[in-house]
Every structure is written in C-alpha cells, then in structure tokens.
C-alpha cells in the first residue's frame, strides 16, 4: 500500500507577487516537474516567511 496522497492544486498569484517571488528566490538553476526526482546536490529548504505570507495555499 503506498503511503502517498496524490493532491493537485493550482494557486494563482498576481504579477506583484511573482516578482516578489522572485526577488526572494534569486538563483534556482533547476527546472521542476510533477514526478521529476531532485538532484542529491540540491539542499531543500523551509520557504522563507516572506513568500509563505504571500501565498500562504
């Protein structure tokens, strides 16, 4: 039995807050996809308050 719940949400976000986005989140040289496995050499980390406050869904 997989553990896993499959969950899909889609959030919309206004122009203002893709750009503090990503001002917040300057260098991300990857490319993300549903399914795709992250590179071990990636360090994930919490999202700063910042953006959680933004759009907190």
Not at 27 to 38: C, D, F, M, P
């Amino acid at each position: 039995m997989n553990n896993q719940t499959k969950t899909k949400t889609n959030v919309n976000i206004s122009v203002e807050q893709q750009t503090e986005i990503r001002t917040v989140v300057k260098e991300v040289n990857l490319t993300v996809s549903v399914g795709v496995k992250i590179p071990t050499k990636v360090r994930l980390e919490p999202l700063p308050p910042r953006i959680v406050k933004l759009v907190p869904q």
